[in-house]
């Protein structure tokens, strides 16, 4: 059983049998206790890691090769610790992330086959052309990723860096949510055995899904953003993934965004999944008049009444969320330290 403190939206089922009373008092989030966990962290992470003297850019490790087996089985017991002892895995179980950490990022049992490859010039030209910086590109039921495959010493220091929501680690689970988001009709016919539905038909059917996909982008980015960044130390602002997506994927409409990003915040404080918020997102259409993506916003009542929650309760969950995953990556980063440590000064012991 892991030995972490109960995440905050498990705590709504205890709210389904509220009072009228209790209703108008509002829910009640403990702020101050994950406050004081929060500084807590911080402060331990921040005197670890100048124990260990890592530079800002954590690249000072190099592994000699008689102790590289040593190091390997340091890192197992990383991926262990952080499994036993925090929540910090639980955005991946949809994706399959934590797979690539033990058997290699190139070998992991993922939602979708995943392929890394390098950038060929005409996805060079496009990504400077039309979306900036590309780190890799989800099909209906693939993942190409244009990176080198990391071993694990990088991902070790990139998990102490900024959690497990890191760079590599934060593109390959961006990728694969967009798998997520195309889970139905399509998927169908593409697990069915050959001649099973016309060629041109089956053809047809994944164009529409893609231009769905196309008119849908700024949904489907901030889903994708918000769910692979959730994790990370480092998490952006939302104002931040806005400017990035609008410039990045030419996306103008800003009330589609701002939209966007609100629903899917509350739905994952809400206790939904990457799999179930990717249902919602595949059947979302954008309400112009409410401005609102229906499907998810009906979710989103849903819930409310369910647990019997105000405007102000949800919000207070949201960021109450924010923390507890904060705090859940800071407990990953601590251990991944701590192990980093622990085999540093076995090898300073060996070597008097």
Do not use: C
């Amino acid at each position: 059983m892991k030995e972490t403190e109960p995440k905050i939206y498990e705590t709504l089922k205890q709210q389904e049998e509220r009072t009228p009373e209790e209703i108008k008092e509002g829910l009640k989030v403990d702020f101050e206790r994950l406050l004081e966990n929060l500084n807590s962290l911080e402060k331990q992470y921040s005197e670890l890691k100048k124990e260990l003297s890592l530079d800002e850019k954590g690249k000072t490790m190099v592994i000699p090769k008689e102790h590289e087996k040593k190091f390997q089985e340091s890192w197992e017991n990383v991926i262990k610790r952080i499994e036993k002892e925090t929540d910090a895995f639980s955005d991946w179980e949809d994706t399959g992330v934590e797979s690539g950490l033990i058997l290699g990022l190139d070998e992991g049992n993922y939602v979708a086959p995943v392929e890394f490859r390098k950038k060929t010039l005409l996805t060079y030209l496009y990504s400077i052309i039309v979306r900036g910086n590309i780190g890799g590109r989800a099909e209906l039921d693939a993942v190409k990723l244009y990176l080198k495959v990391p071993d694990f010493l990088k991902l070790w220091l990139a998990i102490i860096k900024a959690g497990p929501g890191s760079n590599i680690l934060e593109a390959l689970d961006h990728e694969l949510i967009h798998v997520l988001q195309h889970t139905g009709e399509v998927h169908e016919i593409l697990r069915q055995p050959d001649g099973f539905i016309e060629g041109l038909q089956t053809l047809e059917m994944m164009k529409n899904a893609e231009n769905k996909a196309f008119q849908n982008r700024a949904l489907n980015e901030m889903h994708a953003y918000k769910s692979s960044t959730a994790i990370s130390s480092k998490r952006p602002l939302t104002s931040e993934l806005i400017k990035h997506i609008k410039n990045g994927y030419k996306v103008k409409n800003i009330d589609q965004l701002t939209a966007a990003a609100d629903l899917v915040d509350k739905l994952k404080a809400l206790g939904l999944d990457d799999t179930e918020i990717g249902r919602l997102v595949e059947q979302a259409e954008w309400n112009k008049k409410d401005a609102t993506w229906g499907a998810l916003n009906r979710e989103v009542g849903r819930l409310g009444s369910k647990y019997k929650l105000e405007t102000e309760d949800v919000e207070n969950l949201v960021l109450a969320d924010r923390m507890e995953r904060k705090i859940q990556s800071l407990k990953a980063q601590i251990i991944a330290l701590e192990e980093m440590t622990k085999v540093a000064e076995s090898f300073k012991d060996s070597a008097k």
